[in-house]
């Protein structure tokens, strides 16, 4: 099935999706989503599980200062509060925070959030990391934003191993030192898959030699070769093996023929036609995809979710 290419490293083309109504940039988010609610994320996190979507995905931000409210929005739903909410109302597709700005926390606060979900939900998470772009933020929590590519890496180590199979993790590193402190409930996989995201010289790097996968940041088709050629050659240079997921953002989709304005940059038709875009990807290295639907209400966006699993799905590799 789609949804276990994630967890395996991929050998087919997943599809996975970021959630509607957790955050409400003005660069993606939808007018009916404004007056939206828990109900209509119910609605679209059941739809996206019933239509073989590997994953739901949840973004992170702590609070949005006034500069930047009108283009981001401060509507940012708190990704493990909402993850979990979801976990109980989904039965398979993985839990993704899409991505969680780690750098704000301690890492074992962190552990214990993620360890819970991960506990709660079967085992359903998928740890996406980043550095972060918000000053303000960093500022008020007394968090590092000048070095916060630094606190990433170190607290991608500290992470590894807060949600190992130590009950009392151990980690002394430069920024975070701690042992003999123990942490229950354990997450339920061996190994909770670490997504790092960035499409930034450092992100690669980070991504290459410190991440299980790759969440590229919307980054246009023409540059993604080139990206994923240099996140393999450092792989091969330091000599990591193993199973390595490479991701990628699609265009704004609409399934079949709109009625109505989707934007000149949205990809829209017929199954055929939307399977062709999205193989592309595939013949360049991507291992899963982050699709999105233009919609003009839950109704419409769980109708296209249904549609894409029911015409499209069945074409991709």
Sequence with gaps: ???????????SLAYGIQLPVQSQST????????AAGPEDLLAVARAADRAGFAYLACCDHVAIPRRLASAMSTVWYDPVATLAFLAAATARTRLLSHVAVVGLRHP???????ATLDHLSGGRLILG???GHVREEFEVLGADFERRGAVLD??????????GADDFPEHHGKLYDF??????????????????GGSSPAALRRAA????????QGDPRDVLPDRIARIRRLRQEAGIEGPFTVGAIAEPLYVGTPDWDVGRRTVSGSADAIAESLRAYRAM????????FRSRSRDELVGQIEQFGEEVAPLLP
């Design 1 to 11: 099935m789609k949804r276990d290419a994630v967890k395996r490293g991929a050998v």
């Design 27 to 34: 660069l993606y988010a939808e007018p009916w989503e404004a």
């Design 108 to 114: 074992l606060l962190t552990a214990k959030q993620y």
């Design 129 to 131: 990391v980043g550095a």
């Design 154 to 163: 170190e607290s991608i180590d500290a992470l590894r191993a807060a949600l």
């Design 179 to 196: 042992e003999g402190l123990g942490q229950r409930p354990r997450p339920a996989q061996d190994r909770v898959p670490l997504w790092v």
């Design 209 to 216: 030699l410190k991440g299980d996968g790759w969440l590229p």
């Design 285 to 292: 290295g991507v291992d899963q995809v982050q699709v999105r």
